[in-house]
């Protein structure tokens, strides 16, 4: 299951029912401070019962309690639900068969709190369910009871197994259609619950696992998150042997009634009446606990660590998720952090970002952020973005991303288009710095040895790293170049031999840019480390390594010469002579041979002609 949407009403600051989607992938929730931003993330927690946040009475919205309301609400909407699951015996069926879906076709999940206490109330599914009484309350009957409402309507015939109670349930639906169906508020501990086997219990082992990472955290070894982030891993694990856990309780259960029954049956003996009155049962659930820590070889817990250093530990923690093999876990898990940037140096506030946009891309994972710095809200895919502001009265708003959105969270958040901007006389917009050193030392290296006229700082021609294309920032410096009246195109690496889904989303950016009248320029190659000399690596390194055209290039060498990858064209590329670059971007054309990169940076020259 998937997270669609959170919805809030009469909790803290959100007095009104609010609803937040949620990116399949990366939701970057933006805002300045005390808006209503990290109310969000703490509301997921609270309803996924992470243990991350402890709900009160505080939790209230005070203008709510004085017109007399009695609780607050967190609702949450799933998507892409399981095709078929085992709600009792070990029959399939779904959630759509069994009427628990809403309008929209998803399962909405509805938390009660109690205003005066802060405890959770009730939980309830929200759910176009059946209006005609005896097919509403299918779900809670016994077997022996749908039975007889079977045989009521005629239809035992009609059950291949009656041994099972959903085929009963679908039977009896069948005879009684067509059915109608209203807008239900169905409590799972009264309308999912029949003979001990809560069916609410196998729908919740569905939902996704939720961490909450909060910019500030307690150094005491009762905080579970400054202890450790990798307290996940402990979740994920035991969700992951969820099966093999339960059918182990369930044989401890009858081993331990086995014991009762029989210390009864000898009481009996002796006191009938005292054996009579009392009935065997497990007051709760087994609690499954494991504490996981990491200490130094000084002795000192992670707990008790600079803050620097648990976010720092963090950060690799992502790292370490991004690169796992996503089918390992099944369910999904979603990952919420708040503020990513705090106590980090600049740079691994970018890392971080890159490791969280990996792993949101895999199957299965979400990432949720909430930040006000621009450098990392200027990351975040456009389709991803939440702008939390006020309205007139003081409360939060939740827009979602539209260019009049988009320019409002960019002035709010202080987004500013990179420094060189006033100066420019054309702009390109490329990803990031590897781009620049590429195109800067491309042109000049080339105007040295007069293969071209000028170079792009003589030409005014001033490249602009944008971050990715579905940025903040790479909007407001488009828009902003708009404005100026400057020149602008757009180079991108191609991503030739990457995955189908890289390759056609840069070519829908490419009609997207091209759409609007501009140039966007795409590597023939896949990458600008593509165009690299072996030789020359070879002769800096002793090491000689082999790539082609349409390979990962970028690891490759990186791996090969002990380099971060994204550190291999600042190595390299400035070693590059002119007789190399148009050696490595030669190209035929018919009987023609032509130079990528000469043509290149003609092509960004002719902006401003």
Same mark, same amino acid.
């Given at each position: 299951?998937?997270?669609?949407?959170?919805?809030?009403?009469?909790?803290?600051?959100?007095?009104?029912?609010?609803?937040?989607?949620?990116?399949?992938?990366?939701?970057?929730?933006?805002?300045?401070?005390?808006?209503?931003?990290?109310?969000?993330?703490?509301?997921?927690?609270?309803?996924?019962?992470?243990?991350?946040?402890?709900?009160?009475?505080?939790?209230?919205?005070?203008?709510?309690?004085?017109?007399?309301?009695?609780?607050?609400?967190?609702?949450?909407?799933?998507?892409?639900?399981?095709?078929?699951?085992?709600?009792?015996?070990?029959?399939?069926?779904?959630?759509?068969?069994?009427?628990?879906?809403?309008?929209?076709?998803?399962?909405?999940?509805?938390?009660?709190?109690?205003?005066?206490?802060?405890?959770?109330?009730?939980?309830?599914?929200?759910?176009?369910?059946?209006?005609?009484?005896?097919?509403?309350?299918?779900?809670?009957?016994?077997?022996?009871?749908?039975?007889?409402?079977?045989?009521?309507?005629?239809?035992?015939?009609?059950?291949?197994?009656?041994?099972?109670?959903?085929?009963?349930?679908?039977?009896?639906?069948?005879?009684?259609?067509?059915?109608?169906?209203?807008?239900?508020?169905?409590?799972?501990?009264?309308?999912?619950?029949?003979?001990?086997?809560?069916?609410?219990?196998?729908?919740?082992?569905?939902?996704?696992?939720?961490?909450?990472?909060?910019?500030?955290?307690?150094?005491?070894?009762?905080?579970?998150?400054?202890?450790?982030?990798?307290?996940?891993?402990?979740?994920?694990?035991?969700?992951?042997?969820?099966?093999?856990?339960?059918?182990?309780?369930?044989?401890?259960?009858?081993?331990?009634?086995?014991?009762?029954?029989?210390?009864?049956?000898?009481?009996?003996?002796?006191?009938?009446?005292?054996?009579?009155?009392?009935?065997?049962?497990?007051?709760?659930? *087994?609690?499954?606990?494991?504490?996981?820590?990491?200490? +130094? #070889? &000084? $002795?000192? /817990? %992670?707990? =008790?660590?600079? !803050?620097?250093?648990?976010?720092?530990?963090?950060?690799?923690?992502?790292?370490?998720?991004?690169?796992?093999?996503?089918?390992?876990?099944?369910?999904?898990?979603?990952?919420?952090?708040?503020?990513?940037?705090?106590?980090?140096?600049?740079?691994?506030?970018?890392?971080?970002?890159?490791?969280?946009?990996?792993?949101?891309?895999?199957?299965?994972?979400?990432?949720?952020?909430?930040?006000?710095?621009?450098?990392?809200?200027?990351?975040? *895919?456009?389709?991803?973005?939440?702008?939390?502001?006020? +309205? #007139? &009265? $003081?409360? /939060? %708003?939740? =827009?979602?991303? !539209?260019?009049?959105?988009?320019?409002?969270?960019?002035?709010?958040?202080?987004?500013?288009?990179?420094?060189?901007?006033?100066?420019?006389?054309?702009?390109?917009?490329?990803?990031?710095?590897?781009?620049?050193?590429?195109?800067?030392?491309?042109?000049?290296?080339?105007?040295?040895?007069?293969?071209?006229?000028?170079?792009?700082?003589?030409?005014?021609?001033?490249?602009?790293?944008?971050?990715?294309?579905?940025?903040?920032?790479?909007?407001?410096?488009?828009?902003?170049?708009?404005?100026?009246?400057?020149?602008?195109?757009?180079?991108?690496?191609?991503?030739?031999?990457?995955?189908?889904?890289?390759?056609?989303?840069?070519?829908?950016?490419?009609?997207?840019?091209?759409?609007?009248?501009?140039?966007?320029?795409?590597?023939?190659?896949?990458?600008?480390?593509?165009?690299?000399?072996?030789?020359?690596?070879?002769?800096?390194?002793?090491?000689?390594?082999?790539?082609?055209?349409?390979?990962?290039?970028?690891?490759?060498?990186?791996?090969?010469?002990?380099?971060?990858?994204?550190?291999?064209?600042?190595?390299?590329?400035?070693?590059?002579?002119?007789?190399?670059?148009?050696?490595?971007?030669?190209?035929?054309?018919?009987?023609?041979?032509?130079?990528?990169?000469?043509?290149?940076?003609?092509?960004?020259?002719?902006?401003?002609?």
């Amino acid at each position: 299951m998937r997270l669609k949407s959170v919805s809030l009403t009469n909790f803290r600051g959100y007095r009104t029912t609010t609803s937040i989607p949620i990116d399949e992938a990366m939701t970057g929730i933006v805002g300045r401070n005390d808006y209503g931003k990290s109310t969000i993330l703490e509301a997921l927690a609270i309803f996924f019962d992470s243990g991350d946040v402890k709900v009160d009475k505080s939790d209230m919205n005070c203008f709510s309690l004085t017109e007399g309301a009695e609780q607050f609400e967190i609702a949450c909407e799933f998507d892409d639900l399981p095709g078929n699951l085992v709600l009792d015996e070990d029959a399939e069926t779904s959630l759509a068969q069994e009427y628990l879906l809403n309008v929209d076709g998803a399962l909405e999940i509805v938390k009660f709190f109690k205003a005066s206490t802060g405890k959770l109330e009730r939980t309830a599914i929200r759910c176009e369910h059946p209006a005609d009484k005896e097919l509403a309350g299918l779900l809670s009957l016994k077997m022996s009871d749908l039975k007889k409402l079977g045989e009521q309507r005629g239809i035992t015939e009609q059950v291949a197994d009656k041994r099972v109670a959903s085929q009963w349930r679908q039977a009896i639906r069948v005879a009684s259609q067509p059915i109608i169906c209203q807008d239900t508020l169905l409590d799972v501990s009264k309308g999912l619950s029949a003979e001990s086997k809560s069916i609410w219990d196998k729908i919740e082992a569905q939902l996704p696992t939720f961490a909450l990472f909060k910019a500030d955290r307690e150094s005491s070894d009762g905080d579970a998150e400054a202890k450790n982030p990798l307290q996940q891993a402990v979740r994920e694990a035991q969700a992951a042997l969820q099966d093999q856990i339960t059918a182990l309780e369930q044989k401890i259960e009858v081993s331990v009634l086995d014991v009762a029954t029989r210390t009864l049956d000898k009481l009996r003996e002796m006191a009938p009446e005292l054996a009579n009155e009392l009935t065997p049962r497990f007051k709760e659930k *087994p609690k499954w606990s494991f504490s996981f820590t990491l200490d +130094g #070889e &000084n $002795g000192i /817990p %992670i707990n =008790k660590r600079g !803050s620097g250093v648990r976010r720092l530990i963090l950060l690799n923690f992502f790292r370490a998720e991004a690169e796992k093999a996503a089918e390992e876990s099944q369910r999904n898990v979603i990952y919420a952090i708040e503020e990513p940037e705090t106590s980090q140096h600049p740079n691994y506030q970018v890392m971080l970002m890159r490791a969280l946009l990996e792993l949101s891309n895999q199957p299965n994972r979400q990432i949720i952020i909430t930040t006000h710095v621009p450098a990392l809200a200027g990351l975040v *895919p456009i389709n991803g973005v939440r702008y939390v502001t006020k +309205g #007139e &009265n $003081g409360e /939060p %708003i939740v =827009k979602l991303p !539209s260019d009049d959105v988009l320019k409002e969270a960019a002035e709010s958040l202080g987004v500013l288009p990179e420094t060189g901007m006033e100066r420019a006389k054309g702009v390109v917009l490329v990803e990031g710095k590897a781009d620049v050193i590429f195109l800067r030392h491309t042109a000049n290296t080339l105007r040295a040895s007069g293969h071209v006229g000028s170079s792009l700082e003589e030409a005014g021609i001033v490249p602009i790293l944008i971050g990715g294309c579905g940025s903040v920032k790479h909007w407001v410096t488009l828009n902003l170049a708009d404005d100026l009246g400057l020149p602008w195109c757009v180079f991108l690496d191609s991503d030739t031999g990457g995955s189908p889904e890289q390759v056609a989303s840069i070519a829908k950016r490419k009609q997207e840019v091209e759409a609007q009248g501009r140039s966007c320029y795409l590597t023939r190659k896949r990458e600008v480390e593509n165009y690299l000399c072996p030789d020359l690596i070879h002769s800096e390194t002793g090491v000689l390594v082999n790539f082609t055209d349409t390979c990962d290039a970028k690891k490759i060498i990186g791996q090969a010469v002990g380099v971060k990858a994204d550190d291999v064209i600042s190595k390299f590329w400035p070693l590059m002579t002119s007789d190399r670059i148009l050696h490595r971007s030669a190209y035929g054309e018919g009987d023609q041979r032509r130079s990528e990169l000469k043509e290149l940076i003609e092509n960004l020259l002719a902006l401003v002609l």
